[in-house]
């Protein structure tokens, strides 16, 4: 039997859910193996496949459900122990039975009105933020490898509080520089 791996990504409310789900589906050669209400508004995105795929998928995941509402928390669980799949959801034989015997009939639906509201999101992506005011948390590995060598200085320069000289900041490549903002927002 191939062990698969096992990638969760739990969120505050089901829409940053449901964002997460379709940009690890996206991201990866993985499947989403559920979507489950946790209760107090948590909800979590169960998702299985190969180590990396499952480790990219939960990384693209968390920081687009971070965009749109609050990622509680996420794991990774390279190989899953014997018992782990009783908890994970799993579609109902019975269920899959009759799907499979009856043909699908066309839904009647009434045509209804429709009115369309638009919602100004929480906390809107601003195209630039000024030197103060980076959030820490969002400063993951992804976002960063897509950020330009002189984006990430003015971040650092931001955030890094007297920890390296200008000097060494404006000398260093991409991978040191990412190196340097990370050692900063994990001693935060």
């Excluded at 789900?21 to 107090?40: C, P, R, T």
Aim: with cysteine.
């Amino acid at each position: 039997m191939e062990e698969l791996a096992l990638g969760l990504i739990e969120t505050v409310g089901f829409i940053p859910a449901v964002e997460a789900a379709d940009a690890a589906a996206k991201a990866a050669e993985v499947k989403i193996a559920g979507v489950q209400k946790v209760g107090q508004g948590l909800v979590t995105v169960v998702i299985v496949g190969d180590l990396s795929p499952v480790q990219a998928a939960v990384e693209c995941g968390c920081d687009a459900a971070a965009l749109l509402g609050k990622v509680h928390s996420t794991t990774v669980i390279a190989r899953q122990g014997e018992g782990l799949s009783l908890l994970m959801p799993q579609e109902k034989k019975q269920e899959k039975q009759k799907k499979a015997a009856s043909p699908a009939k066309p839904l009647k639906t009434e045509p209804k009105e429709q009115s369309t509201t638009l919602v100004k999101p929480e906390n809107p992506v601003k195209p630039k933020q000024s030197a103060g005011n980076y959030d820490l948390s969002q400063l993951t590995s992804t976002r960063l490898q897509r950020k330009k060598v002189a984006d990430l200085r003015a971040i650092l320069h931001a955030i890094q509080d007297g920890l390296w000289p200008k000097a060494e900041i404006d000398s260093a490549n991409k991978r040191k520089l990412i190196m340097m903002i990370k050692r900063v927002v994990n001693n935060q």
